[in-house]
């Protein structure tokens, strides 16, 4: 069965610093995708960026990117230079191919940025 | 413009009652999902479909029942509601069954009374 875990609940930061935020994952796929999620105070669930297991680089999308350890079946999100608006909870989930279209999802960090 | 369309944005209703939830997406997409958010739990999996046609269900319970009446329309009826079905219940599409991103709508928040 998938778990994904995601220990920091919440976190704050100055503005235009970077921030890296932790999760870790069980499965026992050889084959599996990683995602990171982001909710808005509006509730809006958005798709940030992927990663997928049988790559060695780690995915990167704008001021995101991932620090895949696969090893340690963690995986990381990294934001560079935070805004304001980056404020939000986020969310790592995976999917495994035994899970079919199913993502599970970690319980989420609420990041807080400071101007 | 929102492509996954969710109705209502909010809803109150009595235990026992049973309301839809109606999800309505325009991204072209073949694979409608269900979630569940709650303040006890993570978001939670609940249906996929394909095709219209029924791939998973997690669901534990019966009285969840996804309704696909055309190919980019997924509503959820829930029967018999409880306090516990209170939650944020999110619907969500991806090009194929699998596809690797997921996009989901806005979400519907159910309050049972």
């Known amino acids: 069965a998938q778990k994904v875990t995601q220990t920091q609940t919440s976190i704050s930061v100055m503005e235009k610093t970077t921030v890296t935020m932790d999760c870790v994952y069980e499965?026992?796929?050889?084959?599996?995708?990683l995602f990171w999620y982001k909710q808005t105070a509006s509730g809006e669930i958005v798709f940030l960026i992927r990663?997928?297991?049988?790559?060695?680089e780690n995915a990167t999308v704008g001021h995101y990117s991932l620090n895949f350890q696969k090893p340690k079946s963690s995986i990381g999100l990294i934001i560079t230079a935070t805004q304001i608006e980056d404020s939000a909870v986020y969310f790592c989930?995976?999917?495994?191919?035994?899970?079919?279209?199913?993502?599970?999802f970690g319980g989420g960090t609420r990041l807080t940025v400071r101007p | 413009d929102p492509k996954i369309i969710q109705k209502p944005k909010y809803l109150v209703a009595v235990t026992g009652s049973e309301k839809i939830l109606i999800c309505e997406q325009y991204?072209?997409?073949?694979?409608m999902y269900w979630y569940r958010q709650s303040a006890k739990k993570p978001l939670e999996f609940m249906f996929s479909?394909?095709?219209?046609?029924?791939?998973d269900n997690q669901t534990a319970s019966s009285r969840f029942q996804p309704q696909s009446s055309k190919k980019n329309h997924l509503d959820l009826q829930i029967t018999a509601l409880k306090p516990d079905d209170s939650a944020t219940y999110f619907c969500?599409?991806?090009?194929?069954?699998?596809?690797?991103?997921?996009?989901f709508g806005k979400g519907t928040r159910l309050t049972v009374v």
């Open positions: 991204l072209g997409h073949n694979a």
């Open positions: 989930a995976m999917r495994d191919n035994n899970a079919g279209a199913k993502l599970t």
């Open positions: 479909y394909s095709y219209q046609k029924l791939m």
């Open positions: 990663q997928d297991s049988y790559k060695k």
């Open positions: 499965t026992q796929d050889s084959s599996y995708f």
């Open positions: 969500a599409s991806s090009q194929e069954q699998g596809e690797r991103e997921v996009f």
